[in-house]
């Protein structure tokens, strides 16, 4: 079945930094999606992207969706305590067919040190 | 607030015993899921169900089984559970089979001693 590549599986940062973590596929998808899981809750959804190339922010969050379909970037701009959590990227191979789900990444997850 | 319920929050089972994981949405969503979650492994899904009345397995669904009770209940079923099911559990429901974000309830974790 189709895998999705996340990285770093962890990052331990000071506050105030940026940070970087990205998804890549060996196949090609056509819908990206990032969520958030915070400590003991399920994940909520951060960011959606459908088209390849295009950029999205919401807050301090900016994702980007690869222009060759394979791979999705998120980037957290000057890191705060509550940005701790865990971070899934999941695609979803064909917009049209809703017989293709969502695949999700194995998680980054983020801690901060104030 | 609308979104996905789940119950118990909590659950500490024996080797052996059955127990039924419930979930409800009220956002008229057709599609439901479950995931489970284990440290370093992502979301592993186990079963879902496309619409009321059908039901599929997903990755990992042996152990399990699951009902679609009417359109806004999901219930998932362990008849004998085994140490190796010790995980945490997430429904999750979407308008349509795999369609846009999914929503998630706050989980259940479950240990089997």
């Known amino acids: 079945g189709q895998q999705l590549n996340q990285s770093p599986q962890s990052m331990f940062i000071q506050e105030g930094e940026d940070v970087s973590m990205n998804c890549t596929s060996s196949s090609i998808f056509n819908t990206w999606l990032w969520y958030k899981q915070d400590p003991g809750e399920g994940p909520v959804l951060l960011i959606a992207?459908?088209?390849?190339?295009e950029l999205t922010s919401n807050g301090r969050l900016t994702a980007q969706f690869g222009i060759t379909r394979k791979d999705s970037f998120l980037n957290i701009s000057a890191s705060i305590p509550s940005d701790v959590g865990i971070y899934f990227c999941?695609?979803?191979?064909?917009?049209?067919?809703?017989?293709?789900?969502?695949?999700f990444g194995g998680g980054t997850r983020l801690m901060v040190k104030p | 607030n609308a979104g996905v319920t789940q119950t118990p929050k909590f659950q500490v089972l024996k080797t052996g015993q059955s127990m039924t994981l419930q979930c409800a949405q009220d956002m008229n969503h057709n599609s439901m899921y479950w995931y489970r979650q284990d440290p370093g492994m992502g979301l592993r899904l186990i079963y879902y169900s496309a619409s009321e009345g059908t039901t599929d397995k997903g990755e990992v669904p042996n152990g399990y089984n699951v009902s679609r009770l009417n359109k806004r209940e999901f219930s998932l079923r362990l008849e004998s559970a085994a140490p190796s099911q010790t995980s945490v559990y997430f429904c999750a429901s979407s308008e349509v089979l795999g369609g846009g974000g999914y929503t998630f309830g706050s989980g259940t974790r479950l240990t089997v001693v």
């Open positions: 999941a695609g979803q191979p064909n917009l049209n067919n809703a017989g293709n789900m969502l695949t």
């Open positions: 992207l459908y088209k390849a190339g």
